[in-house]
């Protein structure tokens, strides 16, 4: 069973900074692509990054570029998002989620079958 735990998220001032983490079990970390994509309250799923481990490519969507980098360490099956220079408009619930790499390539990062239960990222203007 694939299981996603995130952590990292919290309260901060726009400007600020923040990193989530996601630690996956249930999974061969490196045959898979991990990502996050976010929920805002009364609007729908946002993709925002991913990473393939197998060939360590990324992705970014277009509102993330420049400010949130993802990583991964997989002696630690764990999946980073450093997020800099935060909005308002990035708070959100923000999800972990995994996928092989078939899986990548027909499904963007918000239907993805396996994801974390989500953390909390809010900024403040």
């Known amino acids: 069973e694939v299981q996603l735990v995130e952590s990292g998220g919290g309260l901060v001032q726009a400007g600020g900074s923040l990193r989530l983490s996601c630690v996956a079990s249930?999974?061969?970390?490196?045959?898979?692509?991990l990502g996050w994509f976010r929920q805002a309250p009364g609007k729908g799923r946002q993709g925002l990054s991913l990473?393939?481990?197998?060939?360590?490519?990324?992705y970014y969507a277009d509102s993330t570029k420049g400010r949130f980098t993802i990583s991964s360490d997989s002696a630690k099956h764990t999946v980073y998002l450093q997020m800099n220079g935060l909005l308002p408009e990035d708070t959100a619930v923000y999800y972990c989620?995994?996928?092989?790499?078939?899986?990548?390539?027909?499904?963007?990062?918000?239907?993805?079958?396996?994801r974390g239960q989500g953390t909390q990222v809010t900024v403040s203007s």
């Open positions: 989620a995994a996928a092989t790499f078939e899986v990548r390539k027909e499904i963007p990062i918000e239907g993805w079958p396996s």
């Open positions: 249930g999974i061969t970390f490196d045959d898979y692509c």
């Open positions: 990473r393939c481990n197998s060939d360590g490519s990324t």
